[in-house]
């Protein structure tokens, strides 16, 4: 890596951290009920939304009636999102013409977008309406990332909270979260997006003339209101089927630049609301400061592999790095810092293909997704995967100097760990009986196009990007089938809701202590040596859990290619 490969990141992560404090302290503001500069002209909205509804604002929930209100709220998202899918060939703002899509693919993007995952075995303009891409999709990417949002404010609230049962409002905080929040941040991007050459139209697909052989049909859409929010709410979902590198959905280095940082803003700034919420930043910074340290390091380790060229293709005479499956317009840096964050949040939009990336450059984002998505993380539940690490990583240190583990002034016992063990372990199990079944099975292996350890790859990294709600791709497995198309479903909705109902299980028991006083036993977590110790839990339990899968794959491949 060179000094301007530096400079580029350096100016990346140095305007993301000028956003963290004044986007995360207003998020404080509204999450607190406090005044913001939005209430005179979004406050009648909010209190007619509730009037519409029935919800009394100011009635709050135990733990149990807040998630069966999440379940219920997201399985009718679920069933929209389906019926809207096949019965599209009868409704309007369908120009192309497009027929109903098929159960199977309906199926797994309903779970998809309800599970704030986006994973996609379509292509957007070749398959879906323009009312589709909006009802369904678009309004799924605001409230699945809103629902993420809520879960985390209900876990915050019951770390700060004690001697109750009440965790909040699930009504309230989607419609805050949504209203406040999400608006007006895809608004201004959207305008952003399209100053820059992003389409948003509701005009049908244009033909023009091509320079060697007759025409060629362009598709145009609503495009940049959908990339705004899939960006902010750590969606991913593409419009077009390459997604971000298609130059009607990232048409400059600005628009590629403001994507990139829309993928980490929420959940970056998420953390100083944390610390604003507990009374005590010092917190917030300390989780900031650890995944950002992890993140560049991975990051570090993307570039470099993708800097150095295949040897196959350098005996031909090629220098200069990998650059297949990269746009010119981006190159290798802007692309791998892509890649990187993209995995480092549950997000999945990609300006790049990353099946094309070397096998160490395609093990980073892989191994991101596969630590949990907490490295930033989806807005909301990157920080609740984070705080259950957290508390594992409390419990462990108290075993350690033989005191009961402490956080923040809660005692953390047998049932917050075994809710914490939950929100860890299933995604591991998701993943690894998922692309052992895959394997295993003639249905599994029919698609893998490439042999070796690279199609391994393939099936690991579909398993381990909708067991992280992630969305991305190595897009060499044909996976727009009824196994993968059911078994994907399957685990995308699994690992968002087993995992969310733990954490807000934790809420609840968290409420209901008592504060405990600080003493000489407590153990400081806002210190260097507490970020050091978190980030080795994070990193030893993801190697432990995923270093056999990886050396099969990545790895193996690696050594292969350059024996």
Known sequence: MNIYDWLQILFYLTVLFALVKPLGGYMARVYQNERVILDPILGPVERFVYRASGIDSKAEMNWKTYAVAMLLFNAIGLLAVYFLQRMQVFLPLNPQGFGAVTPDSSWNTATSFVTNTNWQGYGGETTMSYLTQMLAMTVQNFVSAATGMAVLIALIRGIIRHNTKEVGNFWVDLTRNTLY??????????????????????????????LQSGGQTIAVGPAASQIAIKQLGTNGGGF?????????????PFSNFLEMLALLLISAALCYTYGKMIGDTRQGWSLLIAMTIVFVSLLGVTVWSEKTANPAIEALGV??????????????VNSALWATATTSVSNGAVNSMLDSYMPLGGLVPMWLMQLG????????????????FVIIAVFVAGLMVGRTPEYLGKKIEAYEMKMASLIILIPVIVTLVGTSIALMSEAGRATIFNPSAHGYSEVLYAFSSTAANNGSAFAGLGANNPFYNTALGLAMLIVRFWL?????????????????PVSGGTLPTHTPLFIGWLIGVIVIVGALSYLPALALGPIVEHLMIFK
């Not at 929040?181 to 091509?210: D, K, Y």
């Not at 077009?240 to 400059?252: I, K, M, R, Y």
Request: charged residues 10%; glycine residues 12%.
């Open 181 to 210: 929040i999400l608006v007006p941040l895809a608004l201004v991007l959207a305008l952003a997006l399209v100053s820059q050459g992003v389409v948003q139209t509701f005009n049908e697909s244009q033909t023009v003339s091509a």
């Open 373 to 388: 998505e907490i490295i930033f993380g989806g807005v909301g539940s990157g920080l609740y995967g984070m705080l259950a």
């Open 319 to 332: 220098v200069g790095g990998n650059m297949e499956g990269k746009e010119v317009r981006f190159g290798i």
């Open 500 to 516: 969310a109902v733990p954490v807000l299980a934790i809420a609840g028991a968290l409420a209901n202590k008592k504060k405990t």
């Open 240 to 252: 077009f089927n390459t997604n971000s590198a298609h130059p009607l959905e990232n048409a400059t």
